[in-house]
C-alpha cells in the first residue's frame, strides 16, 4: 500500500513463496549486525509513527467531525461502498481505521 512518497508490502502469509521467505529469515543468525540493524529500525520508525499518528489526533479530535466534512460526503462514501457489497453479505470484515468506526 502507498502511503506518501512510500510503499510498504507484505510477503503472503501461505504459499511457496512466504515458505521459502521464513527458510530464509531463519537461515540468518540472531546475532547478524544487518539483521540486528533492520530489527532496530523497524523498531524505530513503528515508534516514529505510532506518536505520530497520537500527536496528530491530539491535536485534531476536537474537530475531527470538521475535519471530516472537508472530505466527500459520508453519506455519497456510504452509499458507494453498499453499492459494492455483495448480494449474499460479509462473511469477514476488516476495519482498517479509516476513522470513527461509524461506518463500520
Known sequence: FREGTFAFY???EAGPSAELARVLVAAIPADDPTRILDLE?????KRSRVEAAASY???????????????????EVEAALLR????EGIGELLDIGTGTGRML
Open 10 to 12: 507484505r510477503l503472503a
Open 41 to 45: 529500525r523497524l523498531d524505530s520508525i
Open 57 to 75: 489526533f491530539r491535536e485534531n479530535a476536537g474537530r475531527w467531525h470538521e475535519i471530516r466534512s472537508l472530505h466527500v460526503p459520508e453519506r
Open 84 to 87: 459494492l457489497l455483495p448480494d
